[in-house]
């Protein structure tokens, strides 16, 4: 097995030597592909001062769905893997994707969240929608075989949010297992807020309306499920401004975004759906451009290191 391993990273420069260091310990024979950009925070520096890095590249796109195909573009590797920057691959990582690959033609696994009290961690997640099993996968701890990403052209880079799902959607279209292997395993240290971020909820049901209609089409399964989630975060931010944690002009603003997500996502998703009828159902997937790069530096290469 040839293991190539992508990290899309973004201003996150002193997370990222972390998770480089790690991959270099636990897979030290895997090609490395860093997808930087647009970073302002010295991230290219540290990268080409680095001798255990064979390929940076460059990307003027923020959408981590831009940089991951950049980084199947440019990976040799039968086996491509994808990491949160943020991650650190634990002992066991590179033999649990071994095996998970003899299982199935693409392995996950969770991620361990290092708190005050402990450490929290993932399980596997599976839905049903439409007679489909649906399989989650991590986008920041997944390996494919590259056949695998070949046959789906790669992830929808109309998506900003949401990425991974897609993908497990498709997959499961086209009856490619997904293994999760308890060992494949990757952590994140926790900062003092947990680690929380505000959420963009007009992109989020953008994406969920978007993907669902795009690998489903208009069914009655899908506008249940869109509405479902619409329903369940709307009560919980009505108990925050009960609580008094929130401004009820909030609440309204969310339900607005949250409204014209799912309008565009959806309209979005019909057009994309009857734009590529194949099997891949990725209107705006890898073999669509080939200007993701801005530079690439072949750092492996350089004999100089």
């Given at each position: 097995?040839?293991?190539?391993?992508?990290?899309?990273?973004?201003?996150?420069?002193?997370?990222?030597?972390?998770?480089?260091?790690?991959?270099?310990?636990?897979?030290?024979?895997?090609?490395?592909?860093?997808?930087?950009?647009?970073?302002?925070?010295?991230?290219?520096?540290?990268?080409?001062?680095?001798?255990?890095?064979?390929?940076?590249?460059?990307?003027?796109?923020?959408?981590?769905?831009?940089?991951?195909n950049a980084g199947i573009d440019a990976a040799s590797g039968d086996v491509i893997?994808?990491?949160?920057?943020?991650?650190?691959?634990?002992?066991?990582?590179?033999?649990?994707?071994?095996?998970?690959l003899t299982e199935a033609p693409v392995v996950t696994g969770p991620t361990h969240?290092?708190?005050?009290?402990?450490?929290?961690?993932?399980?596997?997640?599976?839905?049903?929608?439409?007679?489909?099993?649906?399989?989650?996968?991590?986008?920041?701890?997944?390996?494919?075989?590259?056949?695998?990403?070949?046959?789906?052209?790669?992830?929808?880079?109309?998506?900003?949010?949401?990425?991974?799902?897609?993908?497990?959607?498709?997959?499961?279209?086209?009856?490619?297992?997904?293994?999760?292997?308890?060992?494949?395993?990757?952590?994140?240290?926790?900062?003092?807020?947990?680690?929380?971020?505000?959420?963009?909820?007009?992109?989020?049901?953008?994406?969920?309306?978007?993907?669902?209609?795009?690998?489903?089409?208009?069914?009655?399964?899908?506008?249940?499920?869109?509405?479902?989630?619409?329903?369940?975060?709307?009560?919980?931010?009505?108990?925050?401004?009960?609580?008094?944690?929130?401004?009820?002009?909030?609440?309204?603003?969310?339900?607005?975004?949250?409204?014209?997500?799912?309008?565009?996502?959806?309209?979005?998703?019909?057009?994309?759906?009857?734009?590529?009828?194949?099997?891949?159902?990725?209107?705006?997937?890898?073999?669509?451009?080939?200007?993701?790069?801005?530079?690439?530096y072949e750092l492996g290469t350089d004999p100089d290191r």
């Amino acid at each position: 097995m040839d293991l190539s391993v992508v990290v899309p990273t973004l201003n996150g420069r002193d997370q990222l030597r972390g998770c480089l260091d790690a991959v270099a310990e636990q897979a030290p024979d895997a090609e490395l592909i860093v997808v930087n950009g647009p970073s302002a925070d010295g991230t290219t520096g540290m990268v080409t001062d680095r001798d255990d890095v064979d390929v940076l590249i460059e990307v003027a796109s923020r959408t981590v769905t831009v940089a991951r195909n950049a980084g199947i573009d440019a990976a040799s590797g039968d086996v491509i893997a994808f990491l949160g920057d943020d991650l650190r691959v634990e002992s066991d990582w590179l033999t649990a994707v071994v095996d998970g690959l003899t299982e199935a033609p693409v392995v996950t696994g969770p991620t361990h969240r290092t708190l005050r009290g402990g450490v929290a961690t993932e399980s596997t997640e599976q839905v049903t929608i439409s007679g489909r099993a649906v399989t989650a996968i991590a986008g920041h701890n997944v390996a494919f075989q590259r056949q695998v990403l070949d046959d789906i052209d790669g992830f929808d880079e109309y998506l900003e949010t949401g990425g991974a799902w897609d993908v497990a959607h498709r997959l499961a279209a086209n009856d490619r297992a997904v293994a999760w292997r308890p060992e494949m395993s990757v952590r994140r240290e926790l900062e003092a807020d947990g680690g929380r971020a505000d959420r963009d909820w007009g992109w989020t049901y953008r994406a969920l309306a978007y993907r669902l209609v795009k690998n489903y089409g208009l069914r009655p399964t899908v506008a249940r499920r869109t509405l479902s989630h619409a329903a369940s975060d709307a009560i919980t931010a009505a108990r925050d401004v009960v609580r008094g944690d929130a401004e009820p002009t909030t609440w309204f603003g969310t339900g607005r975004r949250v409204l014209t997500g799912i309008a565009t996502g959806g309209s979005d998703g019909l057009v994309a759906r009857a734009r590529d009828r194949s099997d891949a159902r990725n209107p705006h997937g890898l073999s669509k451009r080939a200007d993701r790069a801005v530079t690439k530096y072949e750092l492996g290469t350089d004999p100089d290191r």
